[in-house]
């Protein structure tokens, strides 16, 4: 499935009625696996790659984050949401760029949050960022 049949799976997924449940892989084995369970889409841990690294979360740098997406994007063939962090940028610009990068990676969709490690942004600030 590409890129963008997979973008529609998950906006599919989105739009049905009730709750659908989206486990969290650490590496491509256990996305695989996940997969032939039954899963019809994966989500990210930044957490879980870090620690299956032997690091502790936050670690990792945007690239390896890329990296890790785009293997398991190219692995399965279920939508990848990305546990995206902060979009690993301090101001709205670099959010955009970021975005449009992991775009890049065969994501189907992501979650962004609202806290930069110290503290949880304004609501001016986590609107633009968005």
Known sequence: MDQAAKVAAFQKLHAEPGCFIIP??????????????????????????NLSRGQVDGDATVEDHFAHFRELCAGVDVPINADFENAYADTAEGVAVNIRLAAGTGLAGGS???????????????????
């Open 112 to 130: 962004l949050e609202d806290y930069d490690g110290t503290a949880i942004y304004d609501m001016a600030e986590a609107v633009d960022r968005l």
């Open 24 to 49: 969290n892989p650490w590496d491509l084995g256990s996305a695989r696996m996940l997969e032939a369970m039954g899963f019809k889409a994966l989500a990210t841990s930044s957490a879980g790659y």
